[in-house]
C-alpha cells in the first residue's frame, strides 16, 4: 500500500469501528420511537372513537331535546285550539312556558353533562399517553 492512502484506510477503520459500536444503541432507540409511534396510533385511534361515539351521542340528545319540543309545543297548540275560553288560555299558556323553560333546564343540564363526560372520555387516551400501562 502506498503512504499516500494509509490515513484514509485508518479513518475508514475507525468510522467502521464507530458504526459498530454505535449501533446497538441507534437499534435500540430505533425500537423504543417505533414502539412509540404504535402507542401513539393507538392513542389517537382510540381518543378518535371516543370523539365520534361522543358527537353520535350528543347528537342523539340533541335530536331526542328538538323533537320532544316540537311535540310539546303542537300538543299545546292543539290544546288550546279546543280551549273554552281566554282565561283558559291564558292559563294553559303560563303553564306551557314554566314547563317548557323547567324542561329547558333539564335538558341543558343533562346536555353540558354529557358533554363533560364525552369529551373527558375523547381527551383521556391523550391525557394518558406515555404513563406507564
Not at 370523539?51 to 311535540?71: C, F, P, Y
Amino acid at each position: 500500500m502506498d503512504e499516500l492512502n494509509q490515513p484514509e484506510l485508518v479513518a475508514e477503520v475507525v468510522e467502521q469501528e464507530q458504526v459498530v459500536e454505535t449501533a446497538p444503541t441507534a437499534l435500540g432507540k430505533l425500537k423504543t420511537a417505533q414502539a412509540t409511534l404504535r402507542d401513539l396510533y393507538r392513542c389517537a385511534t382510540a381518543s378518535g372513537r371516543a370523539a365520534v361515539t361522543g358527537i353520535v351521542e350528543i347528537d342523539r340528545l340533541l335530536l331526542e331535546t328538538v323533537t320532544a319540543s316540537v311535540n310539546a309545543g303542537v300538543s299545546h297548540g292543539r290544546a288550546i285550539i279546543g280551549a273554552p275560553s281566554l282565561e283558559v288560555v291564558v292559563d294553559m299558556q303560563k303553564n306551557f312556558v314554566s314547563a317548557s323553560v323547567t324542561e329547558a333546564v333539564d335538558r341543558t343540564k343533562d346536555l353540558v353533562e354529557l358533554i363533560q363526560a364525552k369529551t373527558q372520555e375523547t381527551w383521556a387516551p391523550v391525557l394518558n399517553f406515555g404513563k406507564a400501562k
